[in-house]
């Protein structure tokens, strides 16, 4: 990557893995849709790298206020658009180029008020969108078995059945209100943990966010969107951050460049089996000794690319790019 495209160093989010994404992705041209806007980092390094336009999609409203000061630089450029990436071929399709990084953004876990973060004092909120049901709702109404459902499916947390039952013995009390207070619970249930081990509460908070902003339905529509929404030879990067979202879109990505076989390798090759993409990215690629040291939050980040083909988009179950399902839905 050139110097020119590496977004400003006082950004308040360090894009994870631009520079290999960016290389995987060369030469950028026409027409990218950035399905995470958030600081901005990815719009501005693929604008940099050649893009005509980036159409930036954020569910956060703050992401574009905070944009307000450097986007007007890019005029028609530049097109923002609130809204969620399960919905990116509703507001643009034969895209030359999507880019997906998942999770929560540094300025969101820096951000006490937002309620993100087990480290710092805030409302128990966790909403990317800022509205509908919070955390504070879902930890204070859930059935216990429902908490479990949600710690062990999207935290892969193995304590999950003791956490949950911490929690339900909390509430009973007063209603648990901040992010401290959750902390508090989640750490009475753990062993403490080790040096260069993550904090207790990390999965816990986790499991919470993914269930309060419906990611992981999120993120299977918008890997349907965007086969719909690429043209043929257009480019898909996804940058995940755990193992559950990294394996969906492991996947989905098999699953599409037919890296799964057909039942049967004598029948003719039908229109379902055609491949809807090829990858770029034969394995997961992660950050580099220099990124690491830039920035220890890349150290779970983990990247994959895939082009389109020119054959229609089909549909696929969530099921089988294994999406979790709880007993009781998503939310």
Known sequence: MSAAAAPPSNDPHIPVLLRPLLAAVAPVSGVWLDGTFGAGGYTRGLLAAGADKVIAVDRDPLAFTMAADWAAQYGDRLVMQPGVFSRLDEYASELDGVVLDLGVSSMQLDQAERGFSFMKDGPLDMRMSQDGPSAADLVNSASESDLADILFHYGEERASRR????????????????????????????????????????????????????????????????ERALKPGGKLAVVTFHSVEDRMVKRFLQDRAGRTGRANRYAPETIEDLPRFELLTRKAVGPDDQELSENPRSRSAKLRVAVRTDAPAGEIEARAIGMPQLKGGTR
């Open 163 to 226: 956490i949950a039952r911490a929690i339900v013995k909390a509430r009973s009390t007063a209603p648990i209100e901040t992010t401290l207070q959750l902390t508090a619970i989640v750490e009475s249930c753990l062993p403490r943990a080790k040096p260069g081990h993550s904090h207790p509460a990390t999965r816990s908070f986790q499991a919470l966010r993914i269930a309060v902003n419906a990611e992981y339905e999120e993120l299977f529509q918008g890997l349907m969107a965007a």
